[in-house]
């Protein structure tokens, strides 16, 4: 008989944790203001409130750490992380962060002026954040399939070549640069094709546009590439990557995602212009340009991440149990965005809590109910994200209302899984009963999810 998969490692250390009581539960989200962000850790059993730094490290990175130079200036790690990164994506000039939405400050700070336009796939909320804040404007091209939670098409993730040089024809001058999101985490973890990579590149060149890759999840994206789009399936990850970002001018990363490790992210650019630009940005902001946040020993770390993550077989494991778990939900005919994307699933809240209007938060109330129902925390990826439009102060409605369940990078077993799905199908038993939602008491004007203070409408 043929053999069944399983995971590409086995396990050297664990981490106890914790069930609690409904009646527990019930206490600790309503003085979280039923918002999962303000939860303690410890009060929850299966945490799927994000993959970003809440992966387990290797034993080689732990290994790696050991050696980790804390040298101020010139560290033997950064020299180790910029080699890597070098030839992982071929980009020459590398500045460390301590994340993503650092890598992202300090490479906006020079390169977005009031007034601009930055349009992409699906900004990331951070991303959007760092424009936004800026008097600049995120506009999102996205192809319209992305919005069809129900379509299944190999790469949901992909920017729409005509709404792309719409944009730039409407806004000639003001857009200092295209962002390509890989994968496109807000659409629900959607890969973005080589092929259309290659459309965006040939829209700036024609316009005389950089391009910037948002690259937290480029390992993953090069995985669905190798799995799904024609011509690739003999090419290996690595390969795929080095094709990927050539047709980029820089990559900003959260190496919290790809990277394997729990804090961490880096600008990477072959423009020495960016570089330079940057630097200006990273002392001030981060510290000084070879260790720019991090520790020696997390870059080290990095880097020993950056190459595990982009072998076939870790990604593989990954991505297969994101599948178990969709094929779990499946069976129980709950609805998410197909297909399973890469880190996560995305529980359509509109399609499953139909009795609770718009204006009360799906999303928001499916992830307060499955944390009631089991203490699984997943987290809204919906119409309270979404912020408030700049302008108009209204709420935006015009997305996705989702519950997103990310899975941390190997951290939970097949198991854990089928408790998620079970709770999760136990929530949508009972989905027409649930006829009120949440409403919002107090809230931050940017990325107000994290903090954002709600109460049931009764
Ligand atoms: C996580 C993430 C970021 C921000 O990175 P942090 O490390 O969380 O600051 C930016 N873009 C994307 C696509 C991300 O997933």
Redesign the pocket.
């Known amino acids: 008989m043929e053999l069944p998969f399983a995971e590409s490692w086995k396990i050297k250390m664990v981490e106890p944790i914790r069930k609690s009581t409904r009646a527990e539960r019930e206490q600790w989200i309503k003085e979280a203001h039923y918002n999962v962000f303000q939860l303690k850790a410890e009060q929850v059993y299966i945490d799927c409130i994000?993959d970003?730094?809440t992966g387990a490290m290797s034993d080689r990175q732990w290994a790696a750490m050991m050696m980790g130079d804390e040298s101020y200036a010139g560290a033997s790690s950064f020299f180790r992380l910029k080699e890597t990164i070098t030839r992982i994506t071929g980009f020459n000039y590398v500045v460390p962060t301590h994340?993503?939405?650092?890598?992202?400050n300090v490479l906006f700070s020079y390169l977005i002026k009031p007034g601009d336009v930055v349009p992409g796939n699906s900004h990331?909320?951070?991303?959007k954040g760092h424009i936004e804040s800026r008097k600049a404007f995120a506009i999102d091209c996205t192809i319209d399939e992305a919005k069809d939670t129900q379509l299944e098409i190999p790469f949901k993730g992909n920017v729409s070549p005509e709404k792309l040089e719409k944009t730039l024809i409407e806004n000639k001058g003001k857009v200092p640069f295209i962002v390509v999101?890989i994968?496109n985490?807000?659409a629900g973890g959607q890969p973005v094709s080589m092929q259309n990579l290659r459309e965006v590149r040939a829209i700036a060149d024609k316009y005389g546009i950089p391009v910037l890759f948002?690259?937290?999840?480029f390992a993953e994206n090069a995985y669905f590439i190798k799995t799904r789009e024609e011509g690739y399936a003999d090419k290996t990850i690595k390969e795929i990557v080095k094709e990927m970002f050539e047709l980029a001018d820089g990559m900003?990363m959260?190496?919290?995602?790809d990277g394997l490790v729990n804090?961490?992210?880096f600008i990477a650019t072959r423009r020495e212009d960016w570089y330079e630009g940057a630097k200006r940005f990273c002392i001030p902001f981060e510290g000084y340009l070879t260790y720019g946040g991090m520790n020696g020993r997390d870059m080290d770390a990095l880097a020993v991440g950056l190459d595990e993550n982009t072998e076939f077989d870790n990604l593989e494991t990954r991505i297969k149990q994101v599948e178990y778990l969709a094929q779990k939900l499946d069976l129980y005919g709950i609805p998410y965005q197909r297909p399973a994307g890469g880190h996560a699933i995305f529980v359509d809240a509109s399609k499953i809590l139909t009795n609770v209007p718009k204006e009360e938060f799906p999303a928001q109330t499916l992830t307060v109910e499955l944390y009631l129902e089991a203490g699984i925390r997943g987290c809204e990826i919906g119409y309270i994200l979404a912020d408030r439009d700049p302008v108009t102060r209204e709420n935006r409605f015009n997305g996705l209302d989702l519950l997103r369940l990310a899975i941390p990078r190997r951290v939970y077993t097949n198991n854990h899984m089928d408790v998620i799905a079970a709770a999760l199908k136990n929530v949508f038993d009972r989905r027409e009963q649930i006829t009120h939602g949440v409403k919002i008491v107090w809230e931050a004007e940017l990325m107000r999810h994290f903090t954002v203070q709600l109460e049931p409408v009764k």
């Open positions: 994000t970003s730094g994340q993503g939405r650092a890598a992202e990331f909320d951070t991303t999101t994968t985490n807000t948002d690259s937290a999840r900003t959260s190496s919290k995602k804090m961490g992210g």
